[in-house]
């Protein structure tokens, strides 16, 4: 059947800053990670948490971005990839395999003063809504003076798991200091039927980033999981993440 699913899931990341709400979102979210980080403090002793926590945001301020971490080469043979194109998209830097992959549409728009651009890559620039695999780019301008890279991903998360009927899970594999490396998936759902893919969410001085790989499938072979992970990784702001 067309994969209407890109578009779907398009609209449905979007729809977070439909006239207003991302502000009632921003201040919902900010809510919940106080509430967390009361709980981390209460249940490890109040002064020993609160100096634990100050080293550990120390430590992640220094941390390099995603792509820049050794932890790239985790024993499959990244050399394959290095055939692959670069494409600059919104102010980013993005890796694909060695696929003709085309622009096939974009939009933008400006709500709650935040310029929100979504554009959307195929092979061959296929139409997306019957594409069976997509690469998409977000960039939310602006949003990096109100919310956090993890504040971005997790509303995304959430709005994500309740839009679907069928099985739906979106979980966190890597994450450091506003760079977040996560994989999402749908099966049987009478909208989009099955879907797996990955997002990456980083903050630069250019906005928040979401970069999204998407395929009409319930999983891939181990060797994808790793190029896609390993591709996604590489993208980059041509002004740097901002750490």
């Given at each position: 059947m067309p994969a209407k699913w890109t578009a779907v899931m398009v609209s449905v990341l979007v729809l977070i800053f439909s006239?207003?709400?991302?502000?009632a979102l921003k201040q919902q979210l900010?809510?919940?990670?106080?509430?967390?980080?009361?709980?981390?403090?209460?249940?490890?002793?109040?002064?020993?948490?609160?100096?634990?926590?100050?080293?550990?945001?120390?430590?992640?301020?220094?941390?390099?971005?995603l792509h820049d971490t050794d932890d790239d080469d985790d024993g499959f043979d990244t050399d394959s990839y290095?055939?692959?194109?670069?494409l600059m998209v919104s102010k980013l830097s993005v890796k694909t395999?060695?696929?003709?992959?085309?622009?096939?549409?974009?939009?933008?728009?400006?709500q709650d003063d935040y310029k929100i651009e979504v554009t959307t890559l195929t092979v061959d620039g296929e139409d997306a809504d019957y594409a069976d695999e997509v690469i998409v780019v977000q960039r939310f301008e602006g949003l990096e003076h109100d919310m956090t890279t993890k504040q971005?991903?997790?509303?995304?998360?959430?709005?994500?798991?309740k839009g679907y009927t069928g099985t739906s899970n979106w979980s966190i594999i890597e994450q450091k200091?506003?760079?977040?490396?996560?994989?999402?998936s749908?099966?049987?759902?009478?909208?989009?039927?099955?879907?797996?893919?990955?997002?990456?969410?980083?903050?630069?001085?250019?906005?928040i980033y979401g970069l999204f790989y998407l395929i009409n499938k319930e999983e891939l072979s181990t060797e994808e999981e790793e190029k896609w992970q390993y591709l996604l990784k590489q993208a980059n702001s041509e002004s740097g993440i901002t750490l």
């Open positions: 006239s207003g709400c991302s502000l900010n809510g919940e990670w106080d509430l967390k980080e009361d709980n981390k403090i209460e249940k490890n002793g109040q002064k020993r948490a609160t100096d634990i926590t100050d080293e550990k945001r120390d430590e992640d301020e220094k941390e390099d971005p290095l055939n692959g194109n670069e395999d060695e696929r003709d992959w085309t622009e096939a549409g974009s939009d933008s728009e400006t971005l991903a997790q509303s995304m998360m959430d709005n994500f798991k200091h506003n760079d977040i490396l996560t994989e999402l749908v099966k049987d759902d009478p909208k989009v039927g099955s879907l797996f893919g990955y997002a990456r969410f980083m903050t630069t001085d250019n906005g």
